[in-house]
């Protein structure tokens, strides 16, 4: 069946990077859009980024635009996020989650169980 | 930047029908999915393309969007729905999501 398990969460100091893994399984990976999306504690879903299934086409966020870049290795079937310059404002839960299809369209159809990033002095 | 904007909360009693509404400029142009996640639990879409369900989702959830709402309706509402609810769509490839609304079965 389709798996996406996050990993590489934790607790980082305000100004530092971290960088969260995705491990896809149960489906042709190349074929489809990836996308992260956050969740902060008590709050709503927040968008992340999106790459599309080749790779060349990635648009992010408002909040994350300059900070953080979304990859991936079709190879490994793995979807990376580098999370720059980290700020207290971006702790949440984050969540690998796989397109509809292999674009810009259609829903985040299926979502990864989240890893937690604290970002906290 | 695009905004769709859900009520924070809607209560029914089991067995009745909730409607959970999303507003936006123009969102009948747009295709809408709902997406229900329950405490502590990764969402789930529900509706997709307006009023699709995915595999598995029970025939009471439908959904419908024209002129600037999109609805959310589920009939014959369960206890096990209660949940919070959101909507997305895209705009200029970028995924936007509504604040999300707390649906209380009580």
């Known amino acids: 069946q389709v798996q996406l398990v996050e990993s590489g969460g934790g607790v980082v100091q305000p100004g530092r990077s971290l960088r969260l893994s995705c491990a896809a399984s149960?489906?042709?990976?190349?074929?489809?859009?990836m996308h992260w999306v956050r969740q902060a504690p008590g709050r709503g879903l927040d968008w992340v980024a999106v790459?599309?299934?080749?790779?060349?086409?990635?648009y992010y966020g408002d909040s994350v635009r300059g900070r953080f870049t979304i990859s991936r290795d079709n190879s490994k079937n793995t979807l990376f996020l580098q999370m720059n310059n980290l700020r207290v404002e971006d702790t949440a839960v984050y969540y690998c989650a796989r397109g509809q299809n292999s674009g810009t369209t259609g829903s985040v159809a299926i979502w990864g169980q989240g890893t937690a990033v604290i970002v906290s002095s | 930047s695009y905004e769709l904007t859900q009520p924070p909360s809607v209560s029914v009693s089991p067995g009745q029908t909730a409607v959970i509404t999303c507003s936006g400029e123009?969102?009948?142009?747009?295709?809408v999915c709902w997406y229900q996640q329950r405490p502590g639990q990764s969402p789930v879409v529900v509706i997709y393309e307006d009023e699709k369900r995915p595999s598995g989702i029970p025939e009471r959830f439908s959904g419908s969007n024209s002129g600037n709402t999109a609805t959310l309706t589920i009939s014959g509402t369960q206890a096990t729905d209660e949940a919070d609810y959101y909507c997305q769509a895209w705009d200029n490839s970028h995924v936007v999501f509504g604040g999300g609304t707390k649906l209380a079965v009580l």
């Open positions: 149960g489906f042709t990976f190349s074929s489809y859009s």
């Open positions: 123009k969102l009948g142009n747009k295709y």
């Open positions: 790459v599309t299934y080749h790779g060349s086409d990635i």
